[in-house]
């Protein structure tokens, strides 16, 4: 069945250094992918998506390409602050019907 | 706008008691989910409403659980008699259609604890 497997963490980093969450997934056809953040305190966000093959999701300063011959979508960041501490969840959708598959969930740690 | 929002916020309930969760989908959403993350693991689905209707309950883990989603608005999720086991996160969320790149709006989450 479809899955998503996503780097272990927590993760700890200090402000302004570089962010890669990796992501990747088996899934039948095409699936959209997404990442979801769950800050502190709060619900699960969507942070981006992406739809198709080379697309590029990006929002926040985040991105994340949907790599299909490598089945990725790892998220990337340049410079991370400490408000983007949170934990991230990796997802796919590969069926009509709205069924989200995650992630375990990377929880990160942004220090001043 | 009104998100999507999760009754209690926590719980804690001792084995073998009942408890009931709800969830109130934003407005207008005929989708509506409910999701599981237990002990720091993946967030797993537990089903989805359309509408009234149970359109994939195939996440259900078993007949302990019982959703419910009355005139298409809001949804409950009883568990009963409730098990150590079944403590962790319960999430709900809602979206305006199904397709696959479609955005799904999560409430905050119910924290079960089951002692």
């Known amino acids: 069945g479809d899955s998503v497997t996503q780097m272990e963490g927590p993760v700890t980093l200090s402000e302004e250094a570089f962010l890669t969450i990796n992501c990747t997934y088996t899934?039948?056809?095409?699936?959209?992918l997404f990442w979801y953040v769950q800050y502190p305190g709060e619900g699960l966000q969507l942070l981006l998506k992406?739809?198709?093959?080379?697309d590029k999701g990006s929002n926040k300063g985040f991105e994340a390409t949907y790599r299909k011959e490598t089945t990725s979508f790892h998220l990337e960041k340049g410079s991370v602050q400490v408000s983007d501490s949170a934990v991230y969840f990796c997802a796919l959708n590969s069926n009509q019907g709205g069924k989200l598959i995650f992630g375990q969930g990377t929880e990160l740690s942004v220090k001043p | 706008e009104a998100g999507v929002t999760q009754f209690p916020s926590h719980s804690v309930i001792e084995k073998g008691q009942t408890v009931t969760l709800r969830c109130d989908p934003i407005?207008?959403?005929?989708?509506l989910y409910w999701y599981r993350r237990v002990m720091g693991k993946e967030i797993k689905f537990l089903l989805h409403?359309?509408?009234?209707?149970?359109?994939?309950e195939s996440g259900m883990p078993n007949n302990r659980f019982l959703a419910e989603r009355t005139g298409g608005t809001y949804s409950t999720l009883k568990v009963q008699p409730a098990e150590l086991e079944d403590s962790g996160v319960y999430f709900c969320?809602?979206?305006?259609?199904?397709?696959?790149?479609?955005?799904?709006?999560f409430g905050q989450g119910t924290r079960l604890t089951v002692v």
């Open positions: 992406a739809t198709k093959a080379d």
């Open positions: 969320a809602s979206s305006q259609d199904m397709t696959k790149g479609t955005e799904a709006f």
């Open positions: 899934a039948t056809g095409y699936p959209s």
């Open positions: 409403f359309v509408k009234e209707s149970k359109q994939d």
């Open positions: 407005s207008g959403h005929d989708n």
